[in-house]
């Protein structure tokens, strides 16, 4: 793991040189590449580029995202792969999410995610472990439609295939773990931790944000497993069980006319079904707009 270097890595490499002055962004962290890294070849700069855009947006207060294995778990198993009606907080400003352990990743291989909106474009950008980096521009259509990736071959970008298929994943991961974060009765707690520049820069080189290091994990109080013990009262070749219904997000009206939504986290409960011994199964709850 010592050879792998997460995008905050980067990003803290960029904030110790000065943004150059230019009217358009993207030539600012173009210049900002070059200045940090010196000229570079084709393939490395849309990547770097759009590490430095995450740089430069998210200056002064850079917060890094670090989800424990418990809420990535949790992302994973939530069923939600559409749009929902609008954008999660976390996805309406630049955003950086890391594992603390790389070979641990968020999704596939993928231990860290960022993202910035510009020009009404999501640019997601994600490195792998042990090696490998994506660049996805999102066109994201908040209005209940599946997540779908890119699906143009590009020759800057890569090819569309294997891009599109990241980019689903890395979008879903971003919307589902924003939805749980803004749900009422949100499972995920946070610990906030902010790093001095004394402390951090011991070589004293320049530094042009405030770290902040915001772990979240699952609340103690919903880490319990279900325990399930069916009953025996079957009839006509059923049974009645305590059937897990698995927790979720429901995106439930309300307001006058009930014409807002918002997401609620619905913790886990036991139901009882008569069901067929051969087909029990686990009920996902995810109310459909």
């Not at 990241?166 to 971003?174: K, Y």
């Not at 499972?187 to 902040?212: F, L, V």
């Not at 059923?238 to 439930?252: D, E, F, G, I, S």
């Amino acid at each position: 793991m010592s050879d792998w270097t997460p995008v905050s890595e980067l990003v803290r490499r960029l904030n110790q040189h000065p943004v150059p002055d230019s009217s358009e962004l993207r030539d600012r962290a173009g210049g900002l590449v070059v200045s940090a890294f010196g000229p570079l070849s084709g393939v490395q700069v849309p990547e770097l580029v759009n590490i430095a855009m995450l740089s430069i947006l998210m200056t002064p207060k850079l917060t890094v995202l670090e989800p424990t294995l418990g809420v990535i778990g949790l992302v994973a198993s939530t069923d939600l792969h559409v749009y929902p009606s609008e954008a999660p907080t976390l996805l309406r400003q630049p955003f950086l999410i890391e594992s603390k352990r790389p070979d641990l990743p968020l999704f596939g291989w993928t231990a860290s995610l960022g993202g910035y909106t510009l020009d009404g474009i999501l640019y997601l950008v994600g490195a792998e472990y042990p090696d490998g980096t994506f660049v996805a521009p999102m066109k994201p259509k908040w209005t209940g439609e599946e997540i779908l990736g890119i699906e143009f071959d590009d020759p800057v970008l890569g090819d569309a295939t294997a891009l599109g298929d990241w980019s689903v994943q890395a979008m879903r991961f971003a919307v589902v773990l924003g939805a749980i974060l803004d749900a009422e009765h949100t499972p995920i707690a946070q610990k906030t931790h902010t790093e001095t520049t004394k402390k951090r820069n011991a070589d004293r080189t320049r530094d042009r944000s405030e770290w902040i290091m915001q772990r979240l994990y699952v609340d103690r109080i919903y880490q319990t497993a279900f325990n399930e013990k069916p009953s025996s009262d079957g009839t006509v070749g059923k049974t009645l069980m305590n059937v897990p219904v698995r927790a979720h997000l429901r995106h439930q009206p309300y307001g006058p006319g009930l014409k807002k939504r918002k997401w609620v986290w619905i913790q886990g409960y036991e139901a009882r079904r008569w069901v067929s011994p051969s087909s029990t199964r686990i009920i996902v709850g995810r109310q459909k707009n």
